[in-house]
C-alpha cells in the first residue's frame, strides 16, 4: 500500500498539467458495452477454448485454441492466444491488451506477435456484435487490415469471424466458436 501511494504521488507530481486539471483535459468514461465486453471475457478465470477440426492440416497442426484474457488496469484487459497439439500447449502466438483510450474516446486492441508482428485498431458495438478493424505490421514494413465481429450467444460462448479487409470491403476467413473453460490457469496474460 505504501509502494502505491509513493507511485501516486509520483506521477501527481510530474503528470503534465493537462492530467492535474480535468479541465484542460478531454476525457471520455468508457462505456458500458465495454466494461461489460471486458468483463465477459475475463470472468471465470478469462479462459477460452475453440476446435480447429475445421482447419487442421500439415501446416496447422493445432487441433485446438486457447485464449486467456485477465482484468488490468484502468478498465484494460490483457490476454494471450496459444494452440493445442497433441494435447499439449503451444508457445504463444499473439498477446493482446485491449483497453479504452479515455483521449480518444475509443477502444482499443493491440496485439503482439510470434516474429514482430504488431496490430492495433478499434473496436465498437454494432448491433448485437462487437467490430474490430486493426492495421497488422510486419517487421519487414509490410501491412495489412483485417476486421473481427465477435458475439456472445450465451454467458459461456463467444463467436468471433475473422476477415480480410481490402479498400473497406469485408471478406469472411474463418468462424470460431469459443467455449469458457472455467478451469483456472497460474499463468499471467
Given amino acids: 500500500m505504501r509502494l502505491f501511494s509513493l507511485l501516486f504521488l509520483i506521477f501527481a507530481a510530474f503528470a503534465p498539467a493537462s492530467a492535474r486539471d480535468p479541465e ?5 468514461p468508457a462505456p458500458q458495452w465495454f466494461l461489460d465486453d471486458n468483463d465477459f471475457l475475463s470472468r471465470d478465470g478469462g479462459r477460452w477454448i475453440t476446435s480447429n477440426a475445421d482447419y487442421q492440416g ?36 499473439w498477446r493482446f491488451r485491449q483497453y479504452w483510450h ?13 516474429g514482430g508482428a504488431f496490430g492495433i485498431g478499434s473496436l465498437w458495438p454494432e448491433e448485437d456484435a462487437n467490430k474490430l478493424l486493426q492495421t497488422f505490421y510486419t517487421p519487414d514494413g509490410a501491412a495489412a487490415e483485417q476486421g473481427h465481429k465477435a458475439t456472445n450467444p450465451d454467458a459461456d460462448i463467444h463467436v468471433t469471424t475473422s476477415f480480410d479487409v481490402v479498400d473497406g470491403e469485408w471478406s469472411k ?6 467455449k ?4 483456472v490457469t497460474d499463468e499471467k496474460s
Fill in 58 to 93: 500439415e501446416n496447422e497442426p493445432m487441433e485446438a485454441y486457447v485464449m486467456e484474457w485477465k482484468a488490468g488496469y484502468a478498465n484494460s484487459i490483457t490476454g494471450r492466444l496459444y494452440g493445442i497439439v497433441d494435447g499439449k500447449p503451444t508457445q504463444d502466438f
Fill in 24 to 28: 484542460a483535459a478531454q476525457s471520455v
Fill in 180 to 183: 469458457r473453460d472455467k478451469t
Fill in 102 to 114: 479515455p483521449g480518444k474516446g475509443e477502444a482499443v486492441l493491440e496485439q503482439f506477435g510470434i
Fill in 173 to 178: 476467413r474463418r468462424t470460431y466458436t469459443w
